[in-house]
């Protein structure tokens, strides 16, 4: 009977000994939506095709999509994801249309100009 008492004391020692885990696992912490963030209007030029998305997430629906190389601006960020304006001519008119991009697909672009002493400079913000 002493052997026992001396062998629940002892584990009881170790168990209260070591640290305490957490009871949810690891892989279950859930993040937080990101909130959206104004910003000052800044343009972009896009890397690849890029689709102009309702909403800031793949799972919205595609609006339409950009071709390459054209300019956009950016007003909102949320995440990754920009909320932008993209105009573009159809039968001789000007249409616009604003919805969300992966930031993954776009560069900063900067429009350069010539001042009166013919020096270059360029604008980041249009």
Known sequence: MKKMGKAIILS??????TPVLPLTPFTAIK???S?????KKTSFQTKDRLNLRS??????????TIPKGKIIQATEKKGS???VTYTYKSKN???TKTGWVSSGYLKEYYQYKKNKQN????EKNI
């Open 119 to 122: 020096l270059l400079f360029y």
């Open 81 to 83: 994801w920009y909320k």
């Open 31 to 33: 993040a937080e939506a």
């Open 55 to 64: 909403g800031a997430s793949t799972k919205n629906k595609v609006i339409l």
């Open 12 to 17: 009881t020692s170790i168990l209260l000994a």
């Open 35 to 39: 909130s959206t963030i104004k910003m």
């Open 93 to 95: 008119k000007n249409i």
